[in-house]
């Protein structure tokens, strides 16, 4: 089985299971067993996994990406919980990822050179492995510079930040909008009441 060639999308979306649920609290995409196989089904990835093995695995890349973007603030999801350390976590996907073996072949292809990842497991067995390397990989290129959690009002999100985007979707630039405005709003009327 071929391993993935581009890993930023798959790595975000790992961490991104958890999202706001539109009422200030979280929702988890993993929350059952049942959603967490639609959920890797939905991606091409083996969907029977050891659950827990896989709650563990997204614990660690979120604390893996707390502890990368500092020191901008990590996601509203990850404040005031225990966060795994950031060593166990690498360790935890390592291990991950040494159970699937993967082997790294070099080609030559049209003058340049070509780079494929392999592991001899099925998809079923290899998820979790290559979840992990999708998380490494995008921790240990320039992209993980590019790293942020998005601060919207509500949002649990992380996201690869370009030029000057500040929130991961339009929908929360629009909801930090409004929600500055109405902040703005409410000091200057506190303002025109003045003392009592």
Not at 30 to 57: F, I, M, N, Q, T
Not at 123 to 136: E, K, M, N, Y
């Amino acid at each position: 089985m071929e391993l993935p060639a581009e890993t930023g999308d798959l790595a975000l979306g790992f961490a991104n299971t958890l999202v706001h649920d539109g009422r200030g609290g979280v929702s988890d995409l993993l929350s059952s067993a049942a959603s967490a196989r639609a959920w890797l089904s939905d991606r091409g990835l083996g969907p029977d996994v050891d659950y827990e093995s896989l709650l563990a695995a997204r614990s660690a890349t979120r604390s893996l990406f707390a502890a990368a973007i500092a020191p901008y603030p990590a996601s509203r999801a990850d404040n005031g919980r225990a966060r795994m350390p950031a060593e166990t976590a690498l360790r935890l996907l390592q291990g991950h990822i040494d159970a699937i073996a993967p082997a790294t072949r070099y080609g030559y292809d049209a003058g340049r050179v070509t780079v494929t990842r392999t592991t001899e497991l099925g998809p079923d067995d290899a998820t979790i492995g290559l979840l992990g390397f999708a998380v490494l990989e995008l921790l240990a290129s320039p992209a993980a510079g590019e790293l942020r959690a998005c601060q919207a009002p509500r949002c649990v999100r992380y996201f690869r930040k370009n030029r000057r985007q500040e929130w991961c979707k339009p929908s929360c630039a629009n909801r930090a909008r409004v929600a500055r405005f109405a902040e703005r709003h409410q000091s200057k009327a506190d303002d025109e009441d003045g003392p009592v």
